[in-house]
């Protein structure tokens, strides 16, 4: 009769999708980003994407196996993740040592310190690259312009991104219709083909990329959709007020790493909320702290900003919103 019940821990519903998978599923989904980045970047772009990837798999193995004590895990594809996205964030002019720096921050603190993969509460490439910004703030801001940069690396010419040409034109009193004139087309933005990361200039990369995830349900829509959807909101309310200050929703959301941000760090399963309803809290938290950075904070771009304030709410907004419980609980009486 003993062997009639087994008592085991959660989850008692298994599926297909295991961590490897899913991890796997999001490097495809980032594949071509990458080859956006390196059409218009070139070498760069090969030199700062490998460098970000093998320093944050031999980080991660060294610090699990020699550190923690536990056997590495490099298999289940989580260090890569994190080394793309972190070159997705940087230029790619970036040295390579500057890289290591941020590789190290990302994997050694953001994740590791936590006890490692499903453990850390903030986005661990967005850790990084925040530590690489603040501590070294002019190459990390030295955006090399597309093309120019294919044969250089170190060299390249670098140029303001759109979102620092508006920020500092209308600072200056300049309208955005006289702004827009400098600036690549909506067109252009989209396809790429403007100063910024790795992963800033890929607009239809990314989407094909939330196309792919969705489809394979890696990923739900409820995080991406209500990130995007609030900053078309709230920029086009700014927009119809004053459209000589402010630029129109579309061209906020093909800048600044605002795709790169909603698809692929926003959604990070270990930093996101469970349920449905707080994704969508989470989301618009996001949509909302963005937009206010860049209109009212000095720094031009806040996507990565407003993602790691609310990857620090998520155990709260979890408290509160639960996801819904299996079964029904019945009352006496």
């Keep these: 009769m003993s062997k009639l019940l087994t008592v085991a821990p959660s989850p008692h519903n298994y599926g297909k999708e295991t961590i490897k998978t899913l991890m796997y599923g999001v490097i495809i989904a980032l594949i071509p980003t990458l080859a ?33 004590k536990k056997e590495p895990t490099l298999s289940d594809g989580s260090a890569i993740i994190t080394g793309m996205l972190l070159a997705f964030n940087v230029p790619s002019n970036l040295p ?13 603190i953001g994740k590791m310190t ?35 940069a294919r044969m250089q ?11 620092g040409i508006l920020k500092e034109g209308v600072k200056n009193g300049e309208k955005v219709s006289a702004l827009m004139d400098q600036i690549p087309s909506h067109m252009q933005l989209f396809i790429g083909n403007m100063g910024g990361s790795l992963g800033e200039v890929a607009g239809a990369a990314l989407v094909l990329g939330l196309i792919y995830m969705l489809y394979k349900k890696v990923i ?9 959807g609030t900053i078309v909101i709230f920029t086009g309310i700014l927009w119809l007020i004053n459209p000589d ?9 093909l800048t600044g790493g605002v795709l790169l941000g909603a698809i692929f760090m926003a959604t990070d399963y270990v930093s996101s909320p469970m349920s449905v309803r707080g994704q969508l809290l989470f989301g618009v938290g996001i949509g909302v702290l963005t937009v206010v950075i860049r209109i009212a904070g000095a720094y031009p771009e806040g996507v990565s900003f407003a993602i790691l304030i609310m990857n620090a709410f998520v155990p709260l907004i979890n408290m509160y919103i639960k996801p819904k419980r299996f079964g029904e609980v019945i009352k006496n009486g």
């Design 36 to 68: 956006v980045s390196i059409y218009f970047f070139g070498i760069g772009a090969l030199i700062v994407t490998a460098t970000a990837i093998v320093s944050a798999m031999l980080f991660e193995y060294l610090i699990t196996k020699f550190l923690l």
């Design 96 to 108: 390579v040592w500057i890289i290591i720096i941020g590789a190290l921050v990302a994997i050694g």
């Design 114 to 148: 936590f006890g490692g993969l499903g453990n850390n509460p903030f986005n661990p490439a967005l850790v990084g690259r925040v530590f690489l910004l603040v501590s070294f703030p002019v190459p990390m801001t030295s955006w090399p312009t597309p093309i120019t």
């Design 153 to 163: 690396y170190l060299d390249a010419v670098t140029g303001a991104t759109p979102l």
């Design 220 to 228: 739900t829509w409820h995080i991406p959709g209500s990130i995007l």
């Design 245 to 253: 200050k402010y630029a129109d929703p579309l061209f906020h959301l």
